[in-house]
Every structure is written in C-alpha cells, then in structure tokens.
C-alpha cells in the first residue's frame, strides 16, 4: 500500500465542510501509512486525504420510484357569478357567462378542473381617451363612438363581452348627465348581444348617479357595474346597494391595493343585502414592470385564503388589465431602436401581464389590443383542454433541433 | 401533509443558548427568530462552528433550515449564477431567493459570425429599471450537428468569447465529452440526463464536477425515478426539466411545474428538491411553418408564464428587445422581496441645487412611483423639488381612483414638508394622471396648480416649455 498512490473519492458534503471549517475531525478512523501527503490546492481550502468506507455500488439500472401528485382538500369553492342574461332569463343577450366556483388554484388541474373559463372582455370608451399608437391603429374608425367600437370588439376582435368605459361622465372631463351615460349604455346593448359590463370616472359621488339611471336603463340584462368602492357606499350605501340588488346586476368590488379593504368591502356589500353571486372583487392591476409582483400577491394569496375558508375573498377576481399600458415599456417610441417596435411591445406587455395574472387567480380580464386578447384566450382554451396533450417526441430533441 | 413552518423555539433549542451576543444579536432566541424568517445566517454562530460539542447541533441545524430547493451554482467566477435556493412555493410565505436565470441559445450549425453575434449580444444585453441593470445570465450552446468535434469546436469559440457560464446542451454523451475536455473546468450545467444516456452523463458530472439537468418530457415518475438514481450514483447538483410544451400540452407544463414545486416545499420530497428549467426555446418547434414573429410571440409569453411558475432557470433562442424586455422585468418583480415597504418616507426631496425659485413637484410614496421619477429627475438635471405625498404606498392612478392621494394629504404635506419656507412661488406640479384633483388642490392649498406629463419621462420637456411659468 505505500508504494501505492492513495486516491480516494471523498463526498463533495465532506469538501464542502471542509470549505467551511478549512480543516475536520475524523473519529473512529485509523489511518496506517508510511508516508501521507497532502495536497494543497491553490486558492483552495485543505483537503485531507483520508481513508473512506467502501463507496457503495454504483447503480446499473434506473432505480424506479412512484410518483403521487400532491393533491391537496380545500374547504370552499369560489363563489360562482354569471353575467348577462338571456330571453330566457328576462334580458336580450345571446348568452350569459359564469365565472368562478373554483375547487382548487389556478388550473391545477391534477386537483380539479375549473367547471369555468375565465372570460375576456374588450374595452369600448365613451371618449377620445388618449391610447397608446400600438391600440389606436386598431380603433381608429371608431374611436369616440362607443357603439361603433362595441360592435367592432363584437365582430372583429370576437369579444365575449365588454367593459363601456362612460369616461366623460367625469366631472373633469365632460360630466355627461347620468341620463344621457344612461343612454349610450342603451345604444350599446342593442347594438351588440354580448353580456356587458359598465365602468365609471372613479368619482364617488357621481358614479353613484349614473350607475343608478345605468341600472335601470339595463333593467333583466345582468350587466356588471364596474364599480362600487368603500367611498362609493360612505357616500350613499343605500342607493348604490339597490343599484346592484334591485335590478339584479352584478358588481364589481374595487379596492386599492390591500386585502384587507378587499375583505372589509365584501363584507360590507353582504351585509348590507348584496347577494354573494352577484359580487366579483378587483383588488387592483398595476402594470408589469410597475408594481405587478403587489398585484399578483395579493391575488394569488385571496385566491388561497378563499379556498381555504376565508369566505370575504372567496370571490371570483376582474382585473383591468388594460393597466399594462401604464408602463413606459409598452409605448415609448424612444425605446424602439433597441427594443423593438412598440407594435409589438405594447401587446406582448398586456398578454404577458395578463398570463401573469391568470397564474395568480383571475376569472375575468379587461383588456384592449386584440393581439393580446387572442393570446390570452388560446391559452386559456389550451388549459381548458386539460392535461395529457403534451407531446413528448415534439420536445425532447430540442437540444439538437434545427431551427 | 403540507410542512409545518418551523418555530423558532426548534432553532432555539439547537442553539448554544448562551445568549453571548458574538451573532451580533441580543440573544439566541432573537437570533433563533432571524435564523426561520432567514435574515441571519447560522454561520454567525461562532461557538456553534467552532466548539466541538456542538458539531451534531450544528448538523440538525444546518438540515433544519437548508432551503428545500437545492442552490445550485452554474459556471465559476464572479459571473457564476445562483440557480434554487428557494424556501418557499408562494412569494408571498416569505420571499424569492435567486432570480430565474435567462440563458440564450447558440448552436454548432450557426457561422461563427452568427455564434459571435448572438455572444455579444448577451454580453451587452442591459436594461436599466429602477436604478437596477436587468442583464441576461448563461449562455446554451446546442449540438445539432451530431459531430463532436463540431460541438467541441463552438464550444470553444464561446468560451473565448465569454466568461458567462454555459449550458452544454446535447443528450449525445460523446459530444458532450468532447464538449468537457474544452470547457469542463468552467462548471458548466450539463443538459441532459435522461432514461437513455443517464449513466454516461452521470460519469461525466462527475468526472468533471459539473450539475447536472435531467431531462423527462412530461414523465414524472422517471424525473423522479433519474433523480433517484443519480443521487445515488454521486451527482449531488441537479437540475430539472420537466419539458416545456408552449402549444398542446400547456396544462401539462402548467401542471407539472405546480406539483414539482409543491412536492419540494411543501412535502419535502429530497429527489424532486432541485431548480426547474423551462425552455421555451420550444415555441420554435410547435409549427415550424409559422412566421419568425409568431415563434418569437410565443416564446415570449411562455417564457413569463414559466417565470411565475417558478422556473428557475430559462433556455430561450429569440433575441429580440421585445421578447426578452418584458421577462427581465417580469423576473425583477416576481423576486422582489416582498417584505421590503411598498412606501418611501413622505416629505420633501431635493434634487441638485434648488433656489427659491425652483420648481415644486408632487408625486406619491408608492417606492416604485417615486424611484421611477426621481431617475426622471436626476436624468433632467434641473434643480428642483419634489414633494412625496403619503398615499399609503400606492400608485398615483390607484390613489386619485381609490381616495389616497387628496387635496387634503398634499395641504398636508405642503405645511409639514416646509416647502413654504424654501420657496417664493406658490406652483405645485402634479402628475398628469392626477389632473382631476386640480381645483381641490388649489382650493385647499391656496397654491396654483399646473397638471405635469402623463408619464414622468416627459419632465425633462415639461420643465423646459412650462418653468418658469409665466405668471408668478
């Protein structure tokens, strides 16, 4: 033995201690050699040679282990919501839509699969509402006239719904009188049969008056009134709760930014007669690349506590993710040269902010760019599918691929 | 049953409970309370390093709170990346540790112009956001060619092109073997391992010390089955990959991600405990009669969906600005640490030299809000004030929508901030997407109010066409 080289294989745990400590103790271990040396990397910490016990057999087969998908219980499904209603149902859209009654996260679909696709619906103004070139050059011929552009987001961009933005009812911009909001809300459900949701101006006191009248106009059509804040019911609770209680519409509950006014605010609208399945909860979209890790934090985290028994935020989730476009990345021309044309910055910016949100929880989308709204119903339609689709033999060359 | 988070008193327990303080904390039980929420390291326990009779505390400890994704490091040097390390499924049980790593494709049928082009570019690759550089992290150099002398070859060009660490990708073990003899010493991630060619591939990760990716296209049960067995052949650093499918088979993808994550946090399963790869490199081989911009789209949104579902590390082949923009910035957010305060302090900020008659700006204390104007600023050059309104850390649309920031809260910090002191005029600049507060402002501050640019990007111009106003 001590004319011979001694090369032992020691376990890369050992180096690692050894890296740590720069030496170690080795008990019960006799070492009889005539001559040991030890070799000193440089830059390297120590390393002993030592004798190890006998290395185990190396294996010659694949060792085979089961596999069992972590299937976790959830106490409460999310509240199911449908919008729109048909003839049948006292309205005169072609067909409602329902939202929610999740059993588990996200398409974890090893667990159980949604019994309801999250829904699209297209953004239609009231206003010449400043938008971005890379949405403008789709909207051009009907930017200003709402029913023009409902119609267009109906036919072209196979909307499934829309959100009627009545921007110039805003004190600021043209305080359009609730009755004539009321009336825009009327051209445009004749002109499209799609389920519908109305937004405001985000002030408190006047959205309160034109959701009203916008209720009554919409009376049997199930439309959802986007939205009833905390300042919204501090200013009159009792009107904008009949709004939504006594015209049978749906709402959607805003809150900025916080789980806890999400909580408070849907308790508030329950309490005070709100039936749960008229309630979807906006905890507010901030763009990619400003601020989305809150948003998609505090969606995803609502989803779970819902599912886990926390019935104030077991409500299916809207998210205006039209937000996307607040970020400088998705329409600065100046970024063009070394980013890419804004063309398609703009769209890849609100797809990949809405898939983001998806993961986190949400049923219903508000969006704008057709090129994002596509993406983003492929790939929902894609998981609706289910598992067991994949291809193995499409992918496993790809190292080799030629492309 | 999902893991128990770990109480301090567990730690406590191991510790030397002397309370000697030498961690830098008061006593074991505060640092015991630093070591679970991982903001102190076990290392600053001298005693527990250094006294012998601590050694089998150390060793529990050391198992008690190593993160249940194996760290993994990719390549040598200061460019070597941190791949895993992760403690927890959701960002918001704790925090994310190490960024997903971006490496882009080169390939030995590429000219040694293109394989040089495609090298630089992710060299220079920089996007700066928020006062941080976003940059890409390794380069995969793929073996199409068959030849490993071929593969061996651009290997070698990269590797004296680049310091970044690199991805040997190439499940031929002969090509892969030339491929080591050049860049082995480099601890590059052999890509891959999979029920064909694991026992080569395993000699080789350990024979040149490298991690090693296991590959099983949507087979769990022989990803499981791989790890298994490497481990026991040796290999201590691997990677998995899952197989990514962009078109048929997202679910698949969407699915397997879940559970591998969910089986290493939440189960502690040992074998499934290591970074995930996705690649969506594989959005080029869905319909490769599609147009380039559609391979370059699909790839572009896989690769963030991947990144929110917890991939760690990202092979992709686009390298257009607008596909890799989006998921370097996707990437910084999702790892932002979410325990860091959403708000900075509100109050007055001074940019350059200010005089009495310079501007006054408003903005709100939502971190990101306000660091993106300040770059603003800075970039501008102009001496001026900024005003930070406390508005609950929120962004200045979610503030004027949901009643943070009000005419009120700026009257507020008009007369708290001093500001009436450092200047002569009575202008207050807000942001463009505050307009609508205008006249509350004016009404409750007695100051005149001008609206300012929608983004802060335009302050530079603003500032020239609008300052000094032209009436005082």
């Given at each position: 033995?001590?004319e011979?080289?001694l090369?032992?294989n020691?376990?890369?745990?050992?180096?690692?201690?050894?890296?740590?400590y720069?030496?170690?103790?080795?008990?019960?271990?006799?070492?009889?050699?005539?001559?040991?040396?030890?070799?000193?990397?440089?830059?390297?910490p120590?390393?002993?040679?030592?004798?190890?016990?006998?290395?185990?057999?190396?294996?010659?087969?694949?060792?085979?282990?089961?596999?069992?998908?972590?299937?976790y219980?959830?106490?409460?499904?999310?509240?199911?919501?449908?919008?729109?209603?048909?003839?049948?149902?006292?309205?005169t859209?072609?067909?409602?839509l329902?939202?929610?009654?999740?059993?588990a996260?996200?398409?974890?679909?090893?667990?159980?699969?949604?019994?309801?696709?999250?829904?699209?619906a297209?953004d239609?103004?009231?206003?010449?509402?400043?938008l971005?070139k890379?949405?403008?050059?789709?909207v051009?011929?009907?930017?200003?006239?709402p029913?023009?552009?409902?119609k267009?987001?109906?036919?072209?961009?196979?909307?499934?719904?829309?959100?009627?933005?009545?921007?110039?009812?805003?004190?600021?911009i043209?305080d359009?009188p609730?009755?004539?909001a009321a009336k825009?809300?009327?051209?445009?459900?004749?002109?499209?049969?799609?389920?519908m949701?109305v937004?405001?101006?985000?002030d408190?006191?006047?959205?309160?008056?034109?959701?009203?009248?916008?209720?009554?106009?919409?009376?049997?059509?199930?439309?959802?009134?986007?939205?009833?804040?905390?300042?919204?019911?501090?200013?009159?609770?009792?009107?904008?709760v009949?709004?939504?209680?006594?015209?049978?519409?749906?709402t959607i509950?805003?809150?900025?930014m916080?789980?806890?006014?999400?909580?408070?605010?849907?308790?508030?609208?329950?309490?005070?007669?709100?039936?749960r399945?008229?309630?979807?909860?906006?905890?507010?979209?901030?763009?990619?690349?400003?601020?989305?890790?809150?948003?998609?934090t505090?969606?995803?985290r609502?989803?779970?506590?819902?599912l886990?028994?926390?019935?104030e935020?077991?409500?299916?989730?809207?998210?205006?993710?039209?937000?996307?476009?607040?970020?400088r990345e998705?329409?600065?021309?100046?970024?063009?040269?070394?980013?890419?044309?804004?063309?398609?910055?703009?769209?890849?910016?609100?797809?990949?902010?809405?898939?983001?949100?998806?993961?986190?929880?949400?049923?219903?989308?508000?969006?704008?760019?057709?090129?994002?709204?596509?993406?983003?119903?492929d790939?929902?339609?894609?998981?609706?599918?289910?598992?067991?689709?994949?291809?193995?033999?499409?992918?496993?060359n790809?190292?080799?691929?030629?492309l | 049953?999902?893991?128990?988070?770990?109480?301090?008193?567990?730690?406590?327990?191991?510790?030397?409970?002397?309370?000697?303080?030498?961690?830098g904390?008061?006593?074991?039980?505060?640092f015991?309370a630093?070591?679970?929420?991982?903001?102190?390291?076990?290392e600053?326990?001298k005693?527990?390093?250094?006294?012998?009779?601590?050694k089998g505390?150390?060793?529990?400890?050391?198992?008690?709170?190593?993160?249940?994704?194996?760290?993994?490091?990719i390549?040598?040097?200061?460019?070597?990346?941190?791949?895993?390390?992760?403690?927890?499924?959701?960002?918001?049980?704790?925090?994310?540790?190490n960024?997903?790593?971006?490496?882009?494709?080169?390939?030995?049928?590429?000219?040694?112009e293109?394989?040089?082009?495609?090298?630089?570019?992710?060299?220079?690759?920089?996007?700066?956001?928020?006062?941080?550089?976003?940059k890409?992290?390794?380069?995969?150099?793929?073996?199409?060619?068959g030849?490993?002398?071929?593969?061996?070859?651009?290997?070698?060009?990269?590797a004296g092109?680049?310091s970044?660490p690199l991805?040997l990708c190439?499940l031929d073990?002969?090509?892969m073997e030339e491929a080591?003899?050049?860049?082995?010493?480099r601890?590059p991630?052999?890509?891959?391992?999979?029920k064909?060619?694991?026992?080569?591939?395993?000699?080789?990760a350990?024979k040149?010390?490298?991690?090693?990716?296991?590959?099983?296209?949507n087979?769990?049960?022989?990803?499981?089955?791989?790890s298994?067995?490497?481990?026991?052949?040796?290999v201590?650093?691997?990677?998995?990959?899952?197989?990514?499918f962009?078109g048929?088979?997202?679910?698949?993808?969407?699915?397997?991600?879940?559970?591998?994550?969910?089986?290493?946090?939440?189960?502690?399963?040992?074998?499934?405990?290591?970074?995930?790869?996705?690649?969506?490199?594989?959005?080029?081989?869905?319909?490769?009669?599609?147009?380039e911009?559609?391979?370059?789209?699909?790839?572009?949104?896989?690769?963030?969906?991947?990144i929110s579902?917890?991939?760690?590390?990202?092979?992709?082949h686009?390298?257009?600005?607008?596909?890799?923009?989006?998921?370097?910035?996707?990437?910084?957010?999702?790892?932002?640490d979410?325990?860091?305060?959403v708000?900075?302090?509100?109050?007055?900020?001074?940019?350059?030299?200010?005089?009495?008659?310079s501007p006054?700006?408003l903005?709100?204390?939502?971190?990101?809000?306000?660091?993106?104007?300040?770059?603003?600023?800075?970039?501008?050059?102009?001496?001026?004030?900024?005003l930070?309104?406390?508005?609950?850390?929120?962004?200045?649309?979610?503030?004027?929508?949901?009643?943070?920031?009000?005419?009120?809260?700026?009257?507020?910090?008009?007369?708290?901030?001093?500001?009436?002191?450092?200047?002569?005029?009575?202008?207050l600049?807000i942001?463009?997407?505050?307009?609508?507060?205008?006249?509350?402002?004016?009404?409750?501050?007695?100051?005149?109010?001008?609206?300012?640019?929608?983004d802060?990007?335009g302050?530079?111009?603003?500032?020239?066409?609008?300052?000094?106003p032209?009436?005082?």
């Open positions: 033995m001590s011979e080289k090369s032992v020691i376990g890369s745990k050992l180096v690692r201690y050894l890296e740590q720069g030496e170690i103790e080795l008990e019960d271990v006799a070492i009889r050699l005539e001559h040991l040396e030890l070799q000193v990397l440089p830059g390297a120590p390393k002993a040679v030592i004798a190890a016990p006998p290395a185990k057999p190396k294996p010659t087969k694949l060792i085979e282990v089961e596999f069992k998908p972590p299937v219980e959830y106490v409460l499904p999310i509240q199911e919501v449908t919008i729109g209603a048909t003839r049948a149902d006292g309205g859209r072609a067909y409602s329902t939202i929610g009654g999740e059993k996260p996200p398409f974890y679909l090893f667990e159980s699969k949604p019994p309801h696709k999250p829904i699209i297209c239609v103004f009231d206003w010449k509402v400043p971005a890379a949405v403008k050059q789709h051009r011929e009907v930017y200003g006239d029913v023009a552009w409902a267009l987001a109906v036919e072209k961009f196979g909307a499934e719904a829309i959100t009627l933005h009545l921007v110039s009812v805003d004190p600021l043209k359009t609730p009755k004539e825009t809300v009327e051209d445009v459900l004749q002109a499209v049969d799609v389920p949701i937004g405001g101006c985000g408190p006191k006047k959205d309160t008056e034109v959701f009203e009248k916008v209720a009554e106009v919409a009376e049997g059509e199930r439309i959802v009134i986007n939205s009833i804040t905390k300042e919204m019911l501090e200013y009159d609770t009792k009107r904008n009949d709004t939504i209680v006594k015209h049978n519409h749906v509950a805003f809150t900025p916080d789980m806890n006014l999400a909580r408070e605010l849907n308790r508030r609208l329950t309490s005070e007669g709100v039936p399945s008229s309630i979807i909860m906006d905890t507010t979209t901030a763009a990619l690349g400003y601020g989305i890790e809150y948003a998609f505090i969606m995803q609502s989803r779970l506590a819902g886990m028994g926390d019935e935020l077991a409500f299916p989730i809207s998210s205006g993710t039209t937000n996307a476009w607040a970020a998705a329409w600065m021309k100046q970024l063009d040269a070394v980013w890419g044309p804004r063309e398609l910055r703009g769209p890849i910016w609100e797809t990949i902010t809405a898939l983001t949100l998806l993961i986190a929880g949400v049923d219903l989308f508000m969006m704008m760019h057709p090129a994002a709204m596509k993406t983003v119903k790939v929902i339609d894609e998981l609706m599918q289910g598992m067991g689709r994949a291809k193995p033999e499409l992918i496993e790809w190292a080799s691929a030629k | 049953m999902p893991r128990k988070e770990l109480s301090p008193i567990d730690v406590y327990n191991l510790l030397p409970r002397t309370n000697c303080k030498e961690c904390e008061e006593n074991c039980m505060a015991a630093k070591l679970v929420t991982h903001e102190a390291k076990l600053q326990c005693p527990l390093l250094t006294d012998p009779k601590y505390n150390y060793q529990k400890l050391w198992d008690l709170l190593k993160p249940p994704v194996k760290e993994v490091v390549g040598v040097g200061d460019r070597a990346v941190k791949v895993g390390g992760e403690y927890v499924m959701y960002r918001h049980e704790l925090t994310y540790y960024p997903t790593a971006i490496a882009i494709d080169v390939s030995d049928d590429m000219s040694s293109e394989v040089a082009k495609r090298v630089e570019y992710v060299e220079n690759f920089v996007y700066t956001y928020i006062g941080m550089d976003l890409l992290n390794a380069i995969a150099v793929r073996g199409v060619s030849d490993p002398k071929q593969f061996a070859d651009t290997v070698r060009r990269v092109r680049t970044l991805i190439t073990p002969k090509c080591l003899k050049i860049a082995g010493d601890r991630l052999i890509y891959a391992a999979t064909r060619n694991w026992r080569e591939m395993a000699e080789l350990l040149y010390k490298c991690p090693l990716a296991v590959f099983s296209p087979d769990l049960k022989t990803l499981k089955s791989l298994k067995t490497l481990l026991e052949y040796g201590e650093d691997l990677l998995l990959d899952p197989g990514t962009p048929e088979g997202l679910a698949d993808t969407w699915n397997n991600f879940v559970m591998l994550r969910r089986l290493a946090c939440k189960e502690e399963d040992e074998l499934l405990g290591f970074p995930l790869i996705g690649v969506p490199l594989t959005a080029w081989l869905v319909n490769p009669a599609e147009p911009t559609i391979k370059q789209w699909r790839e572009a949104y896989v690769a963030g969906m991947l579902l917890f991939a760690d590390l990202l092979i992709m686009s390298i257009e600005g607008w596909v890799l923009l989006p998921n370097v910035i996707l990437r910084q957010n999702i790892y932002t979410p325990r860091k305060p708000a900075v302090e509100p109050g007055l900020r001074t940019f350059g030299s200010p005089d009495e008659m006054v700006l903005t709100s204390n939502f971190a990101l809000t306000y660091y993106t104007v300040a770059a603003d600023i800075e970039a501008s050059k102009k001496d001026c004030y900024l930070v309104a406390d508005t609950e850390g929120l962004a200045v649309e979610c503030d004027v929508a949901g009643r943070k920031l009000t005419a009120e809260g700026i009257a507020d910090v008009i007369k708290s901030s001093g500001v009436e002191q450092k200047v002569k005029h009575r202008k600049i942001p463009g997407r505050a307009a609508r507060l205008k006249g509350e402002i004016e009404d409750a501050t007695g100051w005149g109010v001008m609206v300012g640019p929608l802060s990007s302050i530079p111009k603003y500032l020239a066409d609008n300052w000094p032209k009436e005082t």
